[in-house]
């Protein structure tokens, strides 16, 4: 793999082979015969012209972008020697060394294939817009009239713009989209909801992650005969925890609806104890509400084992979801060192401020059901 930028090599190597070069070569050749009475192509990055006086060009069957370009959606320096004639290309911790005519480029101790020989054009450094995909995770093809080159930046790149291609799109509508303001590196920082070709910009923040993108829902979760947008964001994940954080969004005015989130709602209509009996570890878990309940769990020849807090722990784990129309939450319950025993399920309802907890019931994970004591009440 070509390892122009590096952030981490696995998360590198994910960008890389999350998607392939789409320039067809057999449209290049064609275009390129036609080249001379055209205007010059485009050069387009995340929807937006950049760099209007180094455009694109063909040499032979291959499309050439400036190397600039990556400096618009990715945090490098680059560096020219006049007088080796090199162009050095760093991200703070590689640093790689290219020359024109060069197919290849140099690393420390090794090198790695550009596609094509780099081209030194009018005193501008070129390199094969083929490579950019391996090079840093961007995507890039010709547009559908063949004027321009797009690069949509990859799941590692970072750029000043705002994107134009959606994060998420409602299942439930496909006219409602969310789109980000800023992405900065390893952040989300601001977030654009769009409904029926109409947005608003929230100023929510997020980490971008790959295996954990946003979501977004249209619904009538509070049944006011209205759709509400529903943003569900990542907070991260890390052993034993995965937070997400809930957005409720009335698209007429743009306002938000006030939410508890399940960890706080669920704290304040669950209460238990933990307690050590004839060697074993007794947890009582009760639940508040419409519907109370209590579940008694007795984990045989635990009472030895380490260190239990008076009370189990809510929250270490938490997933927002839209079902039925229904706003639904799953937090977990844990004791210990994050020993997750079961899950919490809420369900929201329309509240005097806003949405609150319709219901709340407690499920043990499958190998701890056998160490439920009786039935649940």
Not at 71 to 84: A, I
Not at 239 to 251: L, R
Not at 325 to 341: D, M, P, Q
Request: with cysteine.
């Amino acid at each position: 793999m070509n390892k122009i930028i590096v952030i981490g090599a696995s998360t590198l190597f994910l960008a890389g082979c999350g998607a392939s070069a789409s320039i067809d070569m057999d449209t290049l050749m064609a275009i390129n015969q036609t080249q001379t009475t055209e205007a010059p192509l485009k050069l387009i990055v995340d929807g937006e012209a950049v760099l209007p006086s180094l455009p694109p060009f063909f040499s032979g069957d291959k499309v050439y972008v400036p190397a600039k370009v990556l400096k618009e959606y990715y945090s490098s320096e680059q560096k020219w020697d006049n007088t080796s004639k090199t162009l050095t290309i760093s991200d703070g911790s590689s640093r790689y060394v290219l020359k024109p005519d060069n197919e290849y480029m140099q690393g420390d101790g090794y090198q790695n294939a550009l596609g094509g020989p780099a081209i030194l054009r009018n005193g501008n450094f070129y390199i094969p817009a083929d490579s950019l995909n391996s090079l840093s995770g961007a995507d890039v093809k010709l547009n559908a009239s063949q004027t321009a080159v797009m690069i949509t930046s990859g799941s590692v790149s970072t750029t000043v713009r705002k994107p134009n291609q959606a994060l998420a799109i409602a299942e439930e509508n496909d006219k409602v989209k969310l789109y980000t303001v800023l992405k900065d590196g390893d952040t989300y920082r601001g977030f654009i909801v769009e409904v029926n070709g109409t947005k608003h910009t929230f100023n929510w923040k997020s980490p971008r992650l790959l295996n954990d993108p946003p979501q977004i829902h249209y619904a009538d979760i509070d049944k006011d005969g209205q759709e509400e947008v529903i943003v569900i964001l990542p907070l991260g994940t890390g052993t034993g925890m995965s937070m997400q954080e809930i957005h409720v969004v009335k698209p007429n005015s743009w306002k938000e609806v006030t939410i508890p989130s399940a960890e706080k709602a669920a704290t304040a209509l669950v209460s238990s104890t933990i307690s050590k009996e004839k060697g074993d570890l007794l947890i009582k878990i009760q639940m508040k509400g419409p519907t109370p309940s209590m579940v008694t769990l007795r984990l045989p020849d635990r009472a030895k084992d380490g260190n239990f807090d008076e009370q189990a722990g809510i929250g270490a784990v938490t997933y927002y979801m839209v079902e039925a129309g229904k706003l639904k939450a799953e937090t977990n319950v844990y004791i210990g060192f994050l020993e997750s025993i079961g899950t919490l399920t809420l369900v929201y309802k329309t509240g005097n401020d806003g949405m609150e907890p319709e219901s709340i019931h407690f499920d043990p994970h499958e190998e701890y059901a056998s160490y439920i004591e009786g039935k649940q009440l």
